[in-house]
């Protein structure tokens, strides 16, 4: 079983509203990610760090924010939320020469 | 750019049947090939990977079979049980340097008891 953390796991907000997604592992890996997955499933990067204070967006362009303060957290804030911002938002880690990705149960985010 | 076709999107199969899903990889330096089962409400979890210097791994009632020079891997899953049902995702990626994965687009397998 992965130990790696996502709060809240539902969110219904209003549009306008700032909202910050948590992602916490105690694996100790240095590598997170941020994959954003719409209905029809598919997955899509939107960020990852490697490691403390270091953050690059991914291949979907988004306009959530993330930071690396410390190796086992990796929020995603979104300043704004709108409509356009509801989905599913899953976060990962690996550890550093590994490839295997450990995913976290996803926030399901909803933005009226 | 790099993509992974994955077919077919949905796929049912009686209990005990065989299931096969297949991928496509465009980046030929791509050397390293997980697959993940989502469950619902859950996130993916890696079932079986293969890398490029190996052709077919197996574990217990799942197998993936790799062909690089078609640029193809499949996922077969033996004696299905209704427990398989869930979302598979093929991924490509390259061992070194970033190890950015490349997603397909995700097959849901239902198996009917």
């Known amino acids: 079983e992965a130990d790696i953390y996502q709060t809240p796991r539902y969110l219904v907000i209003g549009t306008g509203k700032k909202i910050t997604l948590e992602c916490s592992q105690t694996m100790g890996h240095d590598k997170m990610y941020w994959y954003q997955q719409d209905p029809g499933m598919e997955l899509h990067l939107i960020h990852y760090s490697y490691g403390v204070n270091s953050t690059e967006k991914g291949d979907l362009s988004s306009e959530s924010t993330v930071s690396r303060i410390r190796t086992e957290h990796f929020p995603l804030t979104l300043e704004s939320a709108r409509p356009s911002h509801t989905s599913q938002y899953l976060c990962?880690?690996?550890?550093?020469?590994?490839?295997?990705?450990?995913f976290g149960s996803g926030t399901q985010l909803s933005v009226l | 750019g790099e993509n992974v076709e994955q077919h077919p999107s949905t796929l049912s199969v009686q209990e005990g049947d065989s299931a096969v899903i297949k991928c496509t990889y465009s980046d030929s330096a791509s050397n390293y090939f997980p697959w993940y089962k989502q469950e619902l409400g859950k996130g993916p979890q890696l079932i079986i990977d293969i890398r490029s210097n190996v052709g077919e791994k197996k574990d217990q009632r799942i197998a993936v079979t790799l062909n690089k020079t078609a640029k193809h891997f499949s996922l077969h899953i033996t004696e299905t049980q209704p427990e398989d049902s869930a979302v598979y995702f093929c991924a490509a990626s390259k061992t070194s340097g970033t190890y950015k994965y490349i997603f397909g687009t995700g097959t849901r397998l239902k198996v009917l008891a």
């Open positions: 990962a880690s690996s550890e550093q020469g590994h490839e295997k990705l450990f």
